[in-house]
């Protein structure tokens, strides 16, 4: 298409503008907010790399912690903010991909309100067992689950959290019949775990990590596509005899949309060099995470699908959010 002399002269001054706004950005300190409270893997995450990219870009980068309404609260702000570079979001997965199918009304959409910038990590879950089980692999609790006549009883951190989530992907996969134990947060969750009243919770490793070592809970599979060096004895679900079980977090950076690119192209990076340098893997593995770096075209279309795999699995069990 040809398009007019006066078109093509606008479309020039706009790569212009944008091009010479990409080169004297950063001019003043960058927010990066986090829609959770201080404390937490969003909030660890954004820390590490905001330093990091402080340093990087030779700017201040401020976390602005926004927690509220599962996560509602902060993302609305970023998708609000005026799309200029100096505003970013922290995101964790279970709010940008969950929150969409779990509320019936959200006031921002995951893709229509941002632009995505970069993954930083992803974090696998793993599932770990009580004494009530009964079971010392996956494949044992599956056939527990299907002949004592009441299915399994699995806790959760809350109502529409990724392991009340994790809890009803596995019942649909194995067919087992399964009952939710919501729990005001992952502490409680655990200590009724070693106490038998529940028989399974699928969290991260750090929340059972010391509980497994010291034999009071076991760990039956690792909810990733490869085994963790936090827990290498524990296989993958696949490796256990359950493919396609994967439960995961992740954690990415996004920008209102309307960001320029060139900012975007920029930011990325420079996160791509923190989040593939030693100290920052270093760092994920002692959180049993992984290290994971996707630029902002590979980071939007794994938005695209992760969308369509949590709502169907949310609206298949009918998860709704408190």
């Known amino acids: 298409m040809k398009f007019p002399t006066s078109c093509a002269a606008l479309l020039l001054s706009l790569g212009l503008a944008a091009s010479a706004q990409a080169d004297t950005w950063p001019s003043r300190p960058i927010t990066m907010v986090v829609p959770t409270a201080p404390g937490g893997s969003t909030d ?9 990219l ?19 609260v902060g993302t609305e702000a970023v998708a609000r903010a005026k799309p200029d570079g100096y505003t970013l979001l922290m995101q964790y997965s279970g709010y ?66 990724i392991q009340h989530i ?9 067919k087992v019949p399964m009952t939710h134990v919501p729990y ?17 919770f699928v969290t991260t490793p750090p929340g059972v990590i010391q509980q497994v070592a010291a034999g009071r809970l076991k760990a039956l599979a690792y909810t990733g596509k490869q ?21 995961e977090s992740w954690f990415a950076i996004f920008a209102p949309a ?10 990325s990076a420079a996160i791509k060099t923190i989040v593939e340098g030693e100290d920052f893997r270093r ?23 992760e969308l369509a795999a949590w709502a169907q699995v949310i609206k298949a069990a009918n998860i709704k959010a408190d």
């Open 54 to 72: 402080a340093k990087s870009l030779g700017q201040a980068v401020v976390v602005d912690n926004k927690p509220g309404a599962s996560g509602n």
């Open 96 to 161: 940008h991909v969950g929150n969409p199918a779990l509320f019936a009304q959200i006031r921002w959409n995951p893709v229509k309100d941002f632009v995505p910038v970069a993954l930083v990590m992803r974090a696998p879950h793993v599932l770990a067992v009580g004494p009530s089980a009964h079971a010392s692999s996956l494949k044992e609790l599956i056939e527990v689950g299907k002949k004592n006549g009441k299915g399994l009883f699995y806790a959760s951190s809350g109502n529409g959290s």
């Open 258 to 267: 309307g960001t320029p690119m060139p900012l975007v192209n920029r930011l």
């Open 227 to 247: 085994r963790h060096p936090s827990m290498p004895n524990v296989p993958t679900s696949a490796e256990a005899g359950l493919p396609g079980y994967e439960v």
């Open 166 to 174: 994790a809890g009803e992907l596995f019942g649909q996969l194995t």
């Open 283 to 305: 760092k994920m593995d002692e959180q049993g995470a992984f290290a994971t770096y996707m630029d902002s075209p590979t980071l939007g279309r794994f938005v695209d699908k």
């Open 184 to 200: 005001k947060g992952s502490g409680p969750a655990v200590n009724d775990l070693m106490g038998g009243q529940v028989d399974l």
């Open 44 to 52: 660890f995450s954004a820390r590490l790399i905001g330093d990091a």
